[in-house]
């Protein structure tokens, strides 16, 4: 093994001091951003951290910074309460669960279709796809909320039933239909990440299970499926992250059915006897921690799949 000062000495005997100086306010210049850019993200979650543990006391106590003087639990049981926090946080999970699997499933079909299946018009639809990344949700709020108000598909409920429409409000189906018809929360970014990932699968490996005998779907879950595992876990992360902070949707489709981020946004109204707004401010931040919660935890465990799967994601699209 070298000595760590023969790496120096050969560091010196390379560059020259002008190009010494580039490096070294190359590394100042990215070590700055990096600490600016980490502080600017988890400024506001120490901020919260801090303040969910604090005593009321403590709000006006100027020398309390950080680190609560008088700690106590009651923050979190008056936000949890407030925000009926063990319903809402299942009711929340069923959701973004039960989304996540089913976009996984609608997205990684038609991801297959436009990246490996000639037809015509597939330019056409995936541009539609691509249109519906950016086209803002509010601009169909109105249409969607009726379709599932008034929801008749073909006009069978009719056939079948006294009924001349269902009302899916207030019900699960309305995000689990959206999911599986490729309409769902973000899916347009879910199809494109897909297909930029199997296409860049090779293939001859697809060409070779169709020599052994594999037909389309044969091909699509046991060849390709398999082989774009750090999509998958991309596109799942995701999927389950923003459906779990979503609060546009939820607000569309439920009035009665309370989850996390709407309960959130009428904790203000629950907690309007509480005639300190400072304190009242302290106890919303506290909700917004128990709705983070969670999320923080399961990025402890799954951070260094996620990191690898955007990763490989990125080099292989």
């Not at 009926?84 to 989304?99: D, E, P, V, W």
């Not at 089913?102 to 597939?122: D, E, P, T, V």
């Not at 056939?159 to 999911?179: E, M």
């Not at 398999?226 to 992250?241: D, E, G, K, R, Y």
Request: proline letters at 4%; hydrophobic letters at 50%; charged letters at 15%.
């Amino acid at each position: 093994m070298k000595n760590p000062s023969s790496y120096a000495e050969q560091f010196n005997h390379k560059f020259n001091p002008l190009e010494k100086v580039k490096i070294w306010a190359w590394i100042a210049l990215r070590s700055i951003l990096i600490i600016g850019f980490c502080f600017v993200i988890l400024f506001p979650l120490f901020l919260r951290l801090s303040v969910a543990f604090r005593s009321k006391t403590d709000i006006y106590d100027p020398t309390v910074l950080w680190i609560p003087r008088h700690f106590t639990l009651d923050n979190i049981k008056i936000a949890m309460e407030a925000t009926h926090y063990l319903s809402t946080l299942l009711n929340t999970f069923l959701i973004s669960a039960g989304t996540t699997l089913i976009q996984l499933a609608s997205c990684a079909l038609a991801a297959y279709a436009f990246a490996r299946l000639k037809f015509k018009g597939s330019g056409l639809l995936f541009g539609l796809v691509i249109f519906t990344i950016v086209v803002p949700v509010q601009t169909i709020m109105i249409p969607l909320y009726l379709t599932y108000r008034y929801f008749d598909l073909f006009g069978l409920v009719g056939l079948v039933s006294s009924k001349d429409s269902l009302n899916l409000i207030d019900t699960f189906w309305p995000f689990l239909i959206s999911s599986a018809t490729g309409m769902g929360l973000k899916n347009g970014l879910y199809i494109y990440i897909f297909r930029q990932f199997f296409r860049g699968i090779p293939k001859e490996i697809e060409e070779a299970g169709v020599v052994d005998g594999a037909g389309v779907f044969k091909t699509f879950y046991s060849i390709m499926l398999p082989n774009a595992v750090p999509a998958i876990v991309t596109v799942v992360l995701f999927s389950f992250v923003w459906q779990w902070n979503d609060s546009y949707y939820v607000s569309l489709f439920f009035s009665k059915v309370k989850v996390l981020s709407t309960q959130l946004m009428d904790m203000g109204s629950v907690l309007g006897k509480e005639p300190d707004l400072v304190y009242q401010s302290m106890l919303l931040n506290t909700g917004v921690l128990l709705l983070m919660g969670p999320l923080i935890i399961m990025y402890l465990f799954v951070q260094r799949y996620f990191v690898e799967s955007v990763e490989r994601t990125g080099l292989v699209g």
